[in-house]
C-alpha cells in the first residue's frame, strides 16, 4: 500500500502536537542526511515554531502512522533570498521574519529548503510528495499567488539530479556545506507543467500578461 501526503494540520488533527511533528521530522532529516553540519540542520527547538506559525509551507508523507517523507518550503523576503542566492544564508539560520506571510495576491521568492524521504520509500512514493508541491503551487495560483524565483539548497546525488531535471542551474557554495541551485521566470514554467498542466498554463498566462 502506498503511503499517503499529509498536512500538518491533519497531523495535529490525528492527535500529534507541534513539538512532536518537528521532532519526527528532524529525526527523519537525521537520517537521509547523517552528518549535516548544526548551521544547516538547526535544532528541533529552532523548527517548532516554522512548524507552528507556517503550516502551509510543509507536506509530510505519513506510512502507517510513521512519518516517511516530507518536503518543507519558504517564501522568503527579497534581503533573505538575496542573501541566501549568495550563500550567506544557512537553513538553521532561517528566523520567523525572514519567511513571509502569504496574505496580499502578487509574487514573491520561494526557497525550497528540503525534500527528505526514508531509503525504503524512494521510487514512486517520492512522486506523491513532488505531486502535492504542484497541488501547493496550482492553490496558490487559483488565489493569485505567485513566485518569479525559485531556488534550493542542494546536498546529495538524489537532490542535485531533481532539481537539475527541474531546470534549475548551480551557482553559490553555501556558508557550511551545500549548493544553491535556482532558476526564475520563465524557466520555471517548463517544470511546472510537467508538475500539473494546470499550474503550467496559470503561470505561462500570468507572467505573458505581465510583460
Known amino acids: 500500500m502506498m503511503p499517503s501526503v499529509r498536512t500538518i494540520s491533519d497531523l495535529l488533527l490525528q492527535g500529534r502536537t507541534h513539538e512532536d511533528i518537528t521532532r519526527e ?15 544547516h540542520a538547526g535544532v528541533p ?14 507536506r509530510v508523507m505519513v506510512d502507517g502512522g510513521r512519518l ?13 533570498f538575496a542573501r541566501l542566492l549568495h550563500g550567506d544564508l544557512a ?10 506571510l502569504l496574505d496580499q495576491p502578487g509574487e514573491y521568492d520561494l526557497y ?15 512522486k506523491l510528495l513532488l505531486d502535492a508541491f504542484g497541488d501547493y ?8 499567488f505567485y513566485f518569479r524565483r525559485l531556488c ?12 537539475r531535471r527541474a531546470g534549475m542551474i548551480p551557482g553559490s557554495m553555501q556558508d557550511g556545506g551545500g549548493q544553491i541551485f535556482s532558476f526564475e521566470m520563465p524557466a520555471m514554467i517548463d517544470w ?19 510583460t
Open 91 to 100: 537553513d538553521g539560520e532561517i528566523e520567523l521574519d525572514d519567511v513571509q
Open 112 to 126: 525550497f529548503l528540503v525534500i527528505a524521504v526514508d531509503d525504503e520509500f524512494r521510487g514512486p512514493p517520492v
Open 45 to 58: 527547538e529552532v523548527w517548532v515554531d516554522q512548524v507552528r506559525y507556517h503550516q502551509p509551507n510543509y
Open 192 to 210: 511546472f507543467k510537467r508538475l500539473s498542466p494546470e499550474l503550467g498554463e496559470r503561470y505561462e498566462r500570468h507572467f505573458q500578461a505581465r
Open 68 to 80: 516517511v517523507g516530507y518536503w518543507h518550503v519558504a517564501p522568503l523576503t527579497e534581503p533573505s
Open 152 to 163: 534550493a539548497n542542494v546536498f546529495t546525488p538524489d537532490g542535485e539530479r531533481l532539481f
Open 137 to 144: 503551487l496550482a492553490d496558490l495560483a487559483r488565489d493569485g
Open 25 to 39: 521530522l528532524y529525526a527523519l532529516d537525521q537520517r537521509v542526511f547523517p552528518g549535516m553540519p548544526l548551521l
